[in-house]
């Protein structure tokens, strides 16, 4: 399985791919900090990546996610390369956690690019850690579950735009279902509306923004990520068995 970790982290690198993805990241955030400085009214800078900054990106960076893990499947389905792994002495699970693995380095040294914000901003003023700590928990936990979400569409279609659209939809659809929550509709039936308050990755990922850590936001986010996961094995297990 390390070997497959290790070529799927080769090829982000070896390709222009991964830096243009961090490249639009880092852009992104740099926008949105200059922009949270210059709105500032104290001439003390206390930054702590505060909620509208990770909720802004928290937005935009559903349009980047699916850029990372449209390949991951259908490519090689495309192509027809996934007869190597298919038929090689390792598990479908060895194989999508290798993947997944693979996806999630590349997340984490983007986001070890953003720490040059509060680098400076620890340099001509002050961070408030906790606050800082639990958005980056919560920002890393939410793109876990981009990811799975992600690498289940890329193995549902050979073709890795289709992927990506039907990643940047299913992430759409998650984010707003607060929306949906709010609505009249749903409002009316107060058994729904909690059930959808339970679902939705905004209003705990808020919190963290917030800097309130919560066990149960936590577990949250690691079961919704390991259940797509599953879905995923068992999709790619299903073609599996279907070419026999």
């Not at 009214?41 to 990546?49: D, I, P």
């Not at 937005?59 to 090689?76: D, G, K, N, V």
């Not at 709010?182 to 705990?204: C, G, H, I, K, M």
Request: aromatic content about 18%; charged content about 10%; overall charge neutral.
């Amino acid at each position: 399985m390390f070997a497959l970790y290790k070529k799927e982290v080769q090829s982000y690198f070896l390709s222009p791919f991964a830096y243009v993805v961090s490249a639009l990241f880092l852009m992104v955030f740099s926008l949105f900090f200059i922009n949270a400085i210059s709105t500032m009214n104290s001439n003390v800078l206390l930054f702590s990546f505060s909620t509208d900054i990770f909720y802004s990106n928290f937005f935009y960076f559903i349009f980047m996610i699916p850029l990372l893990t449209m390949r991951t499947f259908s490519e090689e389905r495309k192509s027809h390369t996934e007869t190597l792994w298919l038929s090689a002495p390792i598990t479908i699970t060895g194989v999508v956690l290798a993947k997944f693995l693979a996806v999630v380095t590349v997340f984490l040294l983007m986001l070890a690019l953003t720490l040059f914000f509060p680098l400076i901003a620890l340099w001509h003023g002050a961070v408030i850690g906790p606050t800082l700590l639990c958005g980056y928990l919560g920002f890393f936990l939410w793109g876990v579950v981009c990811i799975a979400i992600g690498m289940m569409m890329s193995a549902l279609t050979d073709s890795p735009i289709i992927a990506a659209v039907l990643g940047e939809g299913a992430m759409i659809i998650v984010i707003f279902l607060d929306n949906f929550t709010d609505s009249a509709l749903v409002q009316s039936f107060p058994v729904a509306a909690r059930v959808f308050e339970w679902f939705s990755t905004q209003r705990r990922f808020g919190k963290f923004a917030l800097g309130l850590f919560s066990l149960s936001d936590l577990v949250f986010f690691l079961s919704l990520s390991a259940v797509v996961f599953v879905w995923t094995v068992i999709i790619i297990e299903k073609r599996r068995w279907s070419r026999g």
